[in-house]
């Protein structure tokens, strides 16, 4: 079981805003982002948040998008089409997201719309 796995999303999650918002982008845009690959409300968001959900629970929680096969690129050198634990998968999507936003794509080409 990879370490990621047991980590709360809080604690990689302050990380994701402070690496969206350095280049001009919004909290709530990375929550938009996020909610849309999980299923979560914003609401249900918070709690996972607050409530120092661990990624596997999180995940186990959520309701991932079917446009989230859509994910495609390179992560960490890694290309997430073609992680095959399913768990890291949905993690890389979630980075894939963000190092998106962090670049400037426009937010319906994040959202895959």
Known sequence: MHRIFSTSVASVYSHYVTKVEKKGRTRAELDEAICWL??????????????????EDFFADARLTPAASLITGVVCGVRVEDVEDPLMQKIRYLDKLVDELARGKAMDKVLRG
């Open 38 to 55: 999980t299923g979560f409300s914003e609401t249900e968001l918070h709690a996972h948040l607050d409530g120092g959900t661990t990624f």
